[in-house]
């Protein structure tokens, strides 16, 4: 089962007035650091917690549908199932009507069952899930202490530019503020 980005998210955790506020920086001379750092940070809390943060459209390919008929999805929080195509080894594309889906994004990791499940043979990587995944589309779906943990380490990015060296781990204090929102691992 593969996770492909689609679609990124339209804004940051935290936007860069507001990043440029906590870091006490006026003028616009170090912008683009600070929003490059800001999308590294949100990168970095979302493979700590894997968890999506900001609303982002993501595709799940696998060959074969699971044989208890129940796909675990790879990502969350789930949105919205967007749609399930099947390829089959003919190239011919189906697209599963709505209302044999059914997704329990609130489980986690979420479920999604189709009814009956797509029949084989199927070509490789046959099964197309699309769906948007995030805690919401603004800044202030993303809970406080993940949005913190982002801020967090931008500043100790900023603030010690060129001085670390080896491995970079998330801080403990950041790693803190994560922990409470870790997925287990499929």
């Given at each position: 089962m593969t996770p492909i980005l689609v679609e990124g998210p339209a804004v940051e955790p935290v936007s860069l007035p507001?990043?440029?506020?906590?870091?006490?920086?006026?003028?616009?001379?170090?912008?683009?650091?600070?929003?490059?750092?800001?999308?590294?940070?949100?990168?970095?809390?979302?493979?700590?917690?894997?968890?999506?943060?900001?609303?982002?459209?993501?595709?799940?390919?696998?060959?074969?549908?699971?044989e208890n008929g129940t796909l675990m999805l790879p990502l969350s929080?789930?949105?919205?199932?967007?749609n399930v195509s099947v390829r089959d080894s003919s190239g011919t594309e189906t697209e599963i009507a709505p209302d044999r889906i059914e997704a329990d994004t609130l489980s986690d990791p979420p479920r999604l069952a189709v009814l009956p499940p797509p029949q084989s043979p199927l070509a490789r990587n046959g099964i197309a899930v699309t769906v948007r995944a995030g805690f919401g589309p603004a800044p202030e779906d993303v809970p406080a202490t993940l949005r913190l943990a982002v801020r967090m380490l931008v500043a100790r990015w900023f603030e010690n530019r060129g001085d670390m060296t080896g491995e970079q781990t998330l801080p403990p204090e950041a790693l803190a503020l994560v922990a409470p929102f870790r997925r287990a691992r499929l």
């Open positions: 507001e990043m440029k506020l906590h870091l006490r920086v006026d003028g616009d001379a170090e912008d683009e650091l600070i929003g490059g750092l800001v999308t590294a940070a949100r990168l970095t809390v979302e493979a700590a917690s894997r968890r999506v943060l900001v609303s982002q459209r993501w595709r799940v390919v696998l060959d074969r549908w699971p929080p789930i949105i919205a199932v967007e």
